[in-house]
């Protein structure tokens, strides 16, 4: 009888849950980027100086708010996990849509691993001898698989989590921000002697330029509110809210960021340290505002870890889905309605990447995921646009001034391969090589057991032209 | 304290791993795999837009 009802109330078909609103959206965008605050941004000082990670930060925001208005509008048309990938699937092919979904594992599993790193590497800095290598190891495994158990949990948690301890790594740098009475230069902070005419830009534009690299901190990863598409509840209004505010947030935070940290230490020391926001609440001379940075730089860690494990295994699991990788990974957890196989499957490339890259090499291999990602977007769009002009599908969002975004996105994409290039342009030639290596596989191999029908999903018209 | 925190994030991540393992192979032995693979592609879509402005 029991096995009965049990078979009976067996469910016959399970899907992702639809249980996120707009602040779930911002939680997982500025979640997985607010860490960039906290250490990373600063890097673009030891390139141009102090007046260049400014420059860049404005710049760069330039970008990602280019970025941000483009995702809006098309992901709030094809809202489905994958995001980007599910983009390029319809919009340019089978093939671009499987490089942007690596693009979008690389990103995110090296985002994670990056900030599991920056975790172990905080707290080691504080803990004095007696920390070995397996204490080190320790925090780092601890961070990588709670975080991947809280995500195969679900995602309304996971998210409520998320919202929680990025409002407070958020509210940390407010606070700090009012603490040192930005109101009065010269009472705690003296930019006039830290930033001067003769070290405002020391290597000149070409240092700005190079800058560009670790610019991109400022902001990686707000286009990541798109793989919760298909977990929202009105992707057509939650979507461009979510992650528009979050743009907003960030540009504020980065501002912010800048003006305490430019106002405490000189460019030569601020382009070195891993702690700008940290070292800043030290020089204020507060025990309070120390520990507080402290406590904020591991929240921050944490909120971006999080929201990319949950990011990479949507991106995994839809390329499962559409016969791009083995179906087996496209499975859904009848009870916690999570991508759970992906989850699991991701969480031992994590800890080995975690074991055995340092911190630079993580945060490399993300950023430069992450650029060929908007690269294909800038292009992207125009061809949405071109295929289904406005009127012709319904759209949550359009976005203004086109094509002007998709042009400026493109533009500072090739600034910013050029500036990878001069630091590490050995890193920049293996990817692409391994980019084009997977893409032959694809295409020679893979595709074979794509089901080429199916994997168009969208109930669109026939794009103008076909 | 934080070489007893190590110890723990250790202690912690191999009680939730095996959870998950564990959880993962119940899973799979409970549903049949046309169940867990079922979801598909832009259902909602299907359903509420139809896309006639």
């Given at each position: 009888m029991a096995n009965t009802a049990s078979a009976a109330s067996a469910p016959q078909k399970v899907s992702l849950s639809r249980v996120l609103g707009p602040a779930h959206v911002w939680a997982l965008g500025v979640?997985?980027?607010?860490?960039?605050?906290?250490t990373g941004w600063n890097f673009a000082a030891d390139k141009g100086g102090t007046l260049?990670?400014?420059?860049?930060?404005?710049?760069?925001?330039?970008?990602?708010?280019?970025?941000?208005?483009?995702?809006?509008?098309?992901?709030?048309?094809?809202?489905?996990?994958?995001?980007?990938?599910?983009?390029?699937?319809?919009?340019?092919?089978p093939l671009m849509a499987f490089n942007v979904a690596l693009y979008l594992v690389f990103a995110y599993t090296m985002l994670e691993v990056s900030n599991a790193i920056l975790i172990a590497?905080?707290?080691?800095?504080?803990?004095?001898e007696g920390f070995e290598s397996w204490h080190y190891e320790g925090i780092i495994a601890g961070v990588i698989v709670t975080l991947a158990a809280l995500n195969y949990r679900g995602v309304l948690m996971t998210l409520n989590v998320n919202f929680v301890i990025t409002a407070v790594a958020y509210l940390a740098i407010i606070v700090l921000f009012f603490s040192v009475q930005?109101?009065?230069?010269?009472?705690?902070?003296?930019?006039?002697?830290?930033?001067?005419?003769?070290?405002?830009?020391?290597?000149?534009?070409?240092?700005?330029i190079a800058g560009f690299h670790w610019g991109i901190w400022y902001y990686l990863g707000i286009e990541g509110t798109t793989q919760a598409a298909e977990e929202v509840r009105s992707p057509a209004r939650s979507l461009p809210y979510g992650t528009m505010a979050g743009m907003i947030t960030l540009l504020v935070g980065a501002s912010l960021t800048w003006?305490?940290?430019?106002?405490?230490?000189?460019?030569?020391?601020?382009?070195?340290?891993?702690?700008?926001?940290?070292?800043?609440?030290?020089?204020?001379?507060?025990?309070?505002?120390?520990?507080?940075?402290?406590?904020?730089?591991?929240?921050?860690?944490?909120?971006?870890?999080?929201?990319?494990?949950?990011?990479?295994?949507?991106?995994?699991?839809?390329?499962?889905?559409?016969r791009y990788l083995p179906t087996w990974f496209s499975a859904v957890h009848p009870k916690y309605r999570t991508p759970y196989r992906s989850i699991l499957f991701l969480v031992p490339i994590a800890l080995a990447f975690a074991f055995i890259a340092n911190l630079g090499q993580a945060i490399t291999f993300s950023i430069l995921s992450g650029v060929l990602h908007y690269t294909f977007m800038s292009v992207n769009i125009v061809m949405f646009r071109n295929k289904w002009p406005l009127g012709s599908i319904r759209r949550g969002y359009t976005h203004p001034f086109h094509p002007l975004p998709a042009i400026v996105l493109f533009i500072l994409c090739?600034?910013?391969?050029?500036?990878?290039?001069?630091?590490?342009?050995?890193?920049?030639?293996?990817?692409?090589?391994?980019?084009?290596?997977?893409?032959?596989?694809?295409?020679?191999?893979?595709?074979?057991?794509?089901?080429r029908g199916e994997q168009f999903t969208m109930p669109w018209p026939k794009p103008r032209g076909y | 304290m934080w070489t007893t925190l190590a110890n723990a994030g250790w202690a912690i991540s191999a009680v939730l791993l095996l959870w998950m393992l564990y959880d993962w192979f119940r899973t799979d032995s409970t549903y049949s795999e046309d169940v867990l693979t079922s979801s598909r592609e832009g259902e909602i879509e299907a359903v509420s837009e139809k896309h006639k402005i």
């Open positions: 979640g997985i980027v607010l860490v960039g605050e906290y260049a990670a400014l420059i860049i930060c404005w710049t760069i925001g330039l970008l990602y708010t280019s970025v941000a208005m483009i995702d809006s509008e098309v992901t709030s048309t094809v809202a489905a996990a994958g995001g980007q990938y599910a983009q390029a699937k319809h919009i340019v092919g590497d905080t707290i080691k800095s504080y803990a004095g930005p109101w009065s230069q010269g009472t705690v902070l003296r930019l006039g002697e830290m930033v001067t005419p003769d070290n405002a830009l020391p290597y000149g534009w070409i240092g700005v003006y305490v940290c430019a106002s405490l230490m000189p460019w030569q020391y601020l382009g070195y340290t891993y702690y700008p926001l940290l070292d800043a609440g030290k020089l204020t001379g507060s025990k309070t505002l120390e520990y507080m940075m402290f406590i904020a730089t591991i929240l921050a860690a944490l909120a971006s870890a999080n929201g990319c494990i949950n990011d990479a295994a949507r991106a995994w699991f839809s390329l499962g889905r559409d090739v600034v910013t391969f050029f500036a990878i290039f001069l630091g590490y342009g050995a890193q920049l030639t293996a990817m692409v090589v391994f980019y084009i290596v997977m893409s032959l596989w694809f295409h020679f191999y893979r595709y074979r057991y794509v089901r | -």
